[in-house]
């Protein structure tokens, strides 16, 4: 029986053949009434319309979509805004330019991932800022001495004329430097330094002093961080510590610090030195493989060896400005950076780092977080100031420091203990209530208030931080001499003491 053709193809192609004969009869489009020629209509193949050619647009090839930006031309702008915001002098003004020139001229679609790339950035190069201040000042406060800053002949005699005449000078400069006002945010530090100083000055408890004692400070460490600049904390720390002798304890352990890379990853610049290194010794081979390369570089009979395949390694010299962004003054290896190596409490600040891995939003904050945390620190007043030397310091700080807005001058002085609620709750036999808590950093005990008991303690508070009188004494000979302590005497017996 012969095989009928297959009915299905021959009505198909019959179709195809009817709708060709249709489309090549189909008249053109001619102009209408009043003489305008009907757009085409756009083509749905292979070639992109006229539409598509636009940056942004959706009128692109089947399956793009929207167009992202160049992945060259948004480098270019993440290397200005890393130019811009981790400089840690003052902001470069052609990096500043470049940048809002880009951002004006952006189309719609590119914004957003510019605008991404921009606030990371600017995330990053805040936290870095953080990192580097708080790193700098354990490191200044790690190779800060007591009493260092001092001239060797002032060293050598603390209680002698040469020892009390430089103190006065150094801090005499340094009031005079940084109060320039009665107003600004180091008002605070200034009047609770005076405070201390005043305190000290007083005598006996019985006078609202702290007698053989040393008043202890409690300072939260942003005071000096965040109130006037890398250059005040320097100074500040150095006046402090350095020249008048004051000692420091934390209340708390030093914050864990991550490196912030400013180089994009996979940069060459951000390599370990190899044998390369023209300032790196190259080993010496040995015996064995000195004759074994000798035998390999033997000629045979199958003739020279194929050249090596291309390297597929980045170049060690950066190729084009994209390639090499602006870097940090600090160096690679940030044990440079603490002063006493390893050893160093310093040490775990840096015990973290982020070099070869990214952080995400939530890392960041964290972080953040930590580090803006409050960290407070106990500065102990110099046990070889005397009441009179102190007096003598205190009338260096002007009249605004120690007059309130009111006119009248304000003073500072420690209460006299009572039992308080000790007492009741020993009446009560509900046990006793220790205004003291204990805590421990380093293995170091130290006792602070606690802050519901503070009138228990005898605590005050003025300008910033609290006061109370420490438990360690001080040098024989703290009252000063006779004739101050005979004019202290009259002057309170008039009541202008």
Request: hydrophobic share 30%; with cysteine.
């Amino acid at each position: 029986m012969p095989s009928r053709p297959y009915e299905g193809r021959r009505a198909s192609s019959e179709t195809t053949q009817f709708n060709h004969n249709i489309l090549a009869t189909a008249p053109i489009p001619s102009k209408d009434g009043l003489g305008r020629t009907p757009p085409p209509l756009p083509l749905r193949g292979g070639s992109p319309s006229v539409l598509s050619g636009r940056e942004g647009s959706t009128f692109t090839r089947r399956g793009e979509g929207v167009s992202s930006p160049p992945p060259a031309e948004l480098e270019l702008f993440a290397h200005h805004c890393r130019m811009f915001y981790f400089s840690s002098g003052s902001p470069d003004d052609s990096s500043a330019e470049f940048i809002s020139k880009t951002l004006a001229k952006l189309p719609p679609a590119h914004r957003a991932a510019y605008t991404r790339v921009q606030s990371r950035l600017r995330s990053q190069a805040h936290l870095h800022h953080l990192r580097v201040r708080v790193s700098s000042f354990h490191a200044l406060m790690s190779s800060t001495a007591a009493n260092g800053s001092l001239s060797v002949p002032a060293r050598s005699e603390l209680t002698g004329t040469r020892g009390k005449a430089e103190r006065l000078e150094r801090l005499r400069s340094f009031i005079h430097t940084w109060h320039a006002s009665s107003a600004g945010p180091l008002e605070p530090f200034f009047r609770g330094l005076w405070s201390v100083l005043r305190v000290q000055s007083r005598g006996p408890p019985s006078a609202g002093g702290a007698g053989p004692k040393r008043a202890v400070w409690e300072v939260d460490d942003a005071v000096f961080l965040e109130s006037g600049g890398p250059e005040f904390m320097h100074e500040a720390v150095t006046i402090i510590k350095g020249v008048l002798g004051f000692e420091d304890q934390p209340l708390t352990t030093p914050p864990k610090l991550r490196r912030v890379s400013t180089l994009p990853r996979g940069d060459p610049t951000n390599r370990a030195r190899t044998f390369s290194d023209p300032f790196t010794d190259r080993p010496k081979p040995s015996a064995a493989a000195t004759a074994q390369a000798q035998r390999e570089r033997k000629p045979s009979a199958r003739g020279p060896a194929p050249q090596p395949p291309p390297s597929r390694r980045r170049p060690a010299a950066p190729v084009s400005p994209l390639d090499s962004p602006i870097r940090d003054n600090e160096p690679e290896d940030r044990e440079l950076l603490l002063p006493h190596g390893q050893g160093s409490p310093l040490s775990r600040l840096s015990a973290e780092s982020t070099d070869d891995e990214e952080l995400n939003e939530d890392d960041v904050a964290a972080e953040e977080a930590d580090l803006n945390r409050p960290r407070f620190r106990l500065w102990v007043f110099p046990a070889h100031i005397d009441d009179e030397e102190a007096e003598r310091l205190m009338g260096l700080f002007p009249a605004s420091v120690y007059r309130g807005r009111s006119g009248k001058n304000m003073d500072a002085r420690f209460p006299l203990t009572r039992p308080g609620r000790a007492l009741k709750d020993l009446e009560l036999g509900t046990g006793f209530d220790s205004p003291w808590q204990t805590i421990t950093v380093d293995d170091v005990q130290v006792q602070v208030p606690k802050i519901e008991a503070e009138d228990e303690a005898g605590v005050i508070r003025s300008g910033t931080g609290r006061i109370w009188i420490g438990a360690e004494d001080r040098q024989p000979g703290w009252p000063g001499g006779g004739w101050f302590r005979f004019k202290r005497w009259w002057r309170r017996l008039f009541g202008r003491g």
